[in-house]
């Protein structure tokens, strides 16, 4: 018999692997995807598959490149997290090509030029998001009517929009931020019921149950452990907190309401699925706390002041960058180095 | 009932006790022959007093302590010195040790032992010099000469002294077993440890797992009125000292510093017996009960087992199946590190021989990229951030490493454990904390030659100083010989023309 000789510890958590936490995040995210289907039609889900199998193509290649092995990093499903977060982020009925640059950005500039998995300073979801909707504002602004006003798309719409983008007609619509972001002189109030249809019982139409189960896969994942409360809670109190102060009782030139926030466009995606990507985002429990918090200001403010309707992606990609500054200030207090006497 | 406190993280991994059937213990069939290493414990080795060819009885001292920090080896039975020389021993990195060997002669003949009769009338000096002679170094599995733990003399004093019979450790119950077996010892022994240090308090403590073991020791505690038993929630490493502390005492040890440093000793139950055994039957530390265990294994238990015993003879009387196990551990799964060598013997520290079979215990999976989950974090008892120090210990950035306390790591495995992406994390950091010393040798050493360098070069300059005020010194005498007008050359020039004048006069 020859004898083994590894370091301690011998014995590890069952069932617990890279793969594992990438499999309970896709499960997360179905509640969300299924309620964009209901709203939107079958863009989404047909969208993530299909940037999937880019995104394990481009993986595939980048690895290939880099003189890697292709084929273990390829089982762990971070691409296929990566992949279905940017789809879920994109309008529903946009074209091949759209989702391909996404993808390709996602993969090779957000994730492999610095070194692939783990490595990644920023959210590589968000690099390619935030690159499209730089690039292509017309496309990346151009949502499908909710079920409720027009017919949601059907599965040929669907195929059409994303291969023969040219023959197909969309029927587009304002998004609540759309609205909030035009909006000029109107008080809050006045302005949600002008167009009562689109803006729906809480925050718009649709959007509400997209964000109640996004909310719902979130806190699953906080159940099963993926991550801590300490950035959503960082970021949904801080959005809170700002809408509350900028409400302004509704008046025109006054912030939105709170539950308008909370449950318009990507907060609660953003709040559960983006900014607890661990790799990119700060260390320690009180640092997220921070991130998260930081992130939800700049929402408010970008929302608000800012150009686009939405803020999530800018406000991840540049806490990205301050990620390593908040780790340097928030290091927890390890054990012996506070002093408590036993007598105290 | 005393309050307690929690401690950050911890894991639960499975426990797998049972298996080794706590509370019973069987002895372990005499061997042909013990190999006794002469560094069992933390500190300098002991040096061998016997000779090959040399008769030792049972009890026998066979190597003494060299220096303070070490103890001596007392041969555990009787028989003839076969050998000494290297062996492979038990030991984290697979060194090789000086070791004696002895063919034992069945007859388990002893030296007379000593006790004391009433310990409480001798000095505390002489208590200790008994404990040191008796060869006891921290049975739970470091080490440490009990003798210098007891001896130490702070300021503040011992107040408060804890039994540690938490064995937080998985598939491990001998201290289970040693508390269900030999309570009244343990307690004794707390006694006279308590006594020695002049402790007000002793705690017993044990996880909640071992409702027997709490039993019987505090029907055992009822003897000592200072003592008193405190079980608390089992979890993964509560039995860490600096973890057992914070939740007894709500205190935590300076980072370090030594539990003294805040008035607290902790001893194992096992320990507890030695002393107990060294000073009132003057017996030193011989044997030890082992957990011997893990599915490989037919008949595993805990076994009285001698020191020197082969691990292999360990494992054989146990029912081993060799061929379903690929590895064999020197204790716990969680810290105990792989035997490389069947042949190294049971020693003072080895509370556990595991054997586990290949699908109990499976070969580490590959390694795959930190994704900086956070889930090391959250597991460490110690509240360091795991993944900053596995990517500081990658790009050996030794500022880093000390900046985020690598040295508080008590490598209790606990961050691995959980790592999903099964990163060797204890590795990186055994290996960067080496790093981190040998960095703090070298300071001390460049230290030390600047200073050597240093005064060399101001003697140096002091002799040439001292050189150069001689030179002037004497020129300067000479200058004033020459100014008083007995230039020396003049002289000497009158003193031949003297000579030759006196010689032409005689002739």
Redesign the interface.
């Known amino acids: 018999?020859?004898?083994?000789?590894?370091?301690?510890?011998?014995?590890?958590?069952p069932v617990?692997?890279?793969e594992?936490?990438m499999k309970q995040v896709l499960l997360a995210t179905i509640p969300g995807v299924l309620m964009l289907t209901w709203f939107f039609g079958p863009g989404t889900i047909i969208n993530i598959v299909f940037g999937s199998a880019l995104a394990l193509a481009f993986e595939a290649w980048a690895l290939w490149l880099r003189g890697k092995d292709y084929k273990?990093?390829l089982r762990?499903h971070?691409v296929i997290v990566t992949a279905t977060l940017l789809c879920i982020a994109l309008p529903p009925y946009v074209p091949w090509w759209l989702i391909a640059v996404g993808i390709g950005v996602s993969v090779l500039l957000g994730k492999h030029v610095f070194g692939?998995?783990?490595?990644n300073p920023f959210n590589p979801a968000m690099v390619g998001y935030v690159v499209l909707l730089v690039s292509f504002p017309l496309q990346m602004s151009s949502w499908t009517e909710p079920r409720g006003i027009g017919e949601a798309p059907g599965i040929v719409d669907a195929f059409t929009a994303l291969f023969a983008a040219s023959s197909y007609d969309a029927v587009t619509a304002a998004t609540p931020l759309d609205l909030f972001r035009q909006n000029s002189g109107m008080l809050f109030e006045d302005l949600m019921q002008s167009k009562a249809e689109l803006t729906g019982p809480i925050a718009g139409l649709g959007w509400d149950w997209v964000n109640l189960a996004f909310l719902a896969g979130g806190i699953w994942l906080l159940r099963q452990?993926?991550?801590?409360w300490h950035a959503p809670v960082g970021m949904l109190t801080a959005l809170t907190m700002c809408a509350a102060l900028g409400y302004d009782e509704g008046s025109s030139t006054g912030g939105g309401s709170v539950l308008f926030h909370l449950f318009s466009g990507a907060t609660m995606f953003g709040a559960f699925f983006i900014i607890t990507d661990?790799?990119s985002?700060a260390?320690?429990?009180k640092g997220?706390l921070i991130f998260g918090a930081m992130v939800g200001i700049l929402v408010y403010l970008i929302r608000v002041h800012g150009n686009y309707p939405d803020a999530v992606a800018f406000g991840v990609l540049l806490l990205n960058f301050a990620a390593p500054l908040i780790?340097q200030y928030t290091?927890?207090?390890?054990?012996?180095?506070?002093?408590?006497?036993?007598?105290? | 009932m005393r309050q307690i406190f929690d401690i950050h993280g911890g894991i639960h991994p499975p426990e797998r006790k049972e298996m080794s059937n706590p509370g019973w213990v069987s002895d372990c069939d005499m061997p042909s022959k013990l190999v006794l290493p002469v560094t069992q414990h933390i500190g300098a080795p002991a040096r061998p007093v016997v000779e090959v060819g040399d008769t030792v009885f049972g009890g026998q001292m066979i190597a003494e302590a060299q220096g303070p920090v070490s103890v001596p080896v007392h041969a555990p039975s009787s028989g003839t010195v076969t050998a000494i020389e290297a062996r492979a021993v038990p030991h984290a990195s697979g060194l090789t040790d000086i070791c004696i060997e002895i063919s034992l002669d069945g007859k388990d003949e002893w030296v007379g032992c000593e006790g004391l009769d009433n310990w409480r009338n001798e000095t505390k000096a002489a208590l200790l010099e008994r404990v040191r002679l008796a060869g006891i170094a921290g049975l739970g599995g470091a080490g440490f000469p009990t003798a210098i733990k007891l001896a130490s003399d702070r300021d503040s004093g011992i107040h408060t002294l804890i039994i540690n019979g938490t064995e937080c450790e998985p598939y491990i119950t001998a201290d289970d077993t040693v508390m269900q077996c030999f309570a009244q010892q343990i307690v004794e022994g707390a006694e006279i440890l308590a006594h020695m240090v002049g402790a007000e308090t002793v705690l017993l403590a044990i996880e909640d797992n071992k409702p027997e073991a709490a039993d019987a020791m505090r029907q055992a505690a009822l003897a000592l009125d200072i003592a008193e038993v405190v079980t608390f929630p089992t979890k993964y490493p509560s039995g860490g000292e600096k973890q057992l502390i914070e939740i007894l005492l709500n205190a935590q040890v300076p980072s370090g510093g030594i539990p003294a440093d805040i008035g607290v000793l902790c001893q194992n139950p096992n320990t507890a017996i030695a002393v107990r055994d060294a000073l009132i039957h003057g017996k030193p530390v011989t044997h030890r009960i082992t957990t011997v265990t893990g599915m490989s294994l037919k008949d595993p238990g805990n076994r009285r087992v001698m020191l020197g015993t082969p691990i292999r003879e360990l494992l054989e009387t146990a029912g081993f199946n060799a061929d379903s196990a690929d590895r064999v551990l020197h204790g716990g799964p969680m810290m105990g590190f792989t035997v490389t060598d069947l042949d190294m013997p049971v020693v003072k520290i080895t509370n556990c021989v595991l054997a586990p079979t290949r699908t109990e215990i499976p070969p580490p999976q590959p390694q795959q990229a930190c994704i900086r989950c956070g889930m090391c974090a959250e597991a460490c008892p110690a509240s360091l951030l795991p993944q900053q120090l596995y990517w500081y210990a990658r790009a050996k950035d030794q500022e880093q490493l000390e900046r985020h306390n690598l040295m508080d790591c008590i490598e209790c495995g606990a961050c691995a454990f959980v790592c999903p992406s099964h990163i060797p994390l204890v590795q990186y950091y055994r290996s960067a904390k080496g790093s981190l010393r040998e960095a703090a040798r070298e300071k001390v050493r460049s230290g030390n030659s600047r200073a050597r360098f240093e005064a060399r070069q101001e003697r140096l300059e002091r002799d040439a100083a001292a050189r150069e005020a001689k030179r002037a010194a004497r020129k300067a005498a000479a200058e004033a010989r020459a100014q008083a007008g007995d230039d020396p050359v003049q002289a000497a020039i009158e003193r031949v023309k003297a000579k030759k004048a006196q010689q032409e006069t005689q002739q």
């Open positions: 018999m020859s004898l083994m000789h590894v370091s301690s510890p011998h014995v590890h958590k617990s692997s890279v594992q936490v273990t990093p762990d971070s692939g998995l783990g490595y452990r993926i991550f801590t661990p790799v985002s260390v320690s429990n997220r780790d290091q927890p207090t390890v054990y012996g180095t506070k002093k408590v006497g036993a007598d105290e």
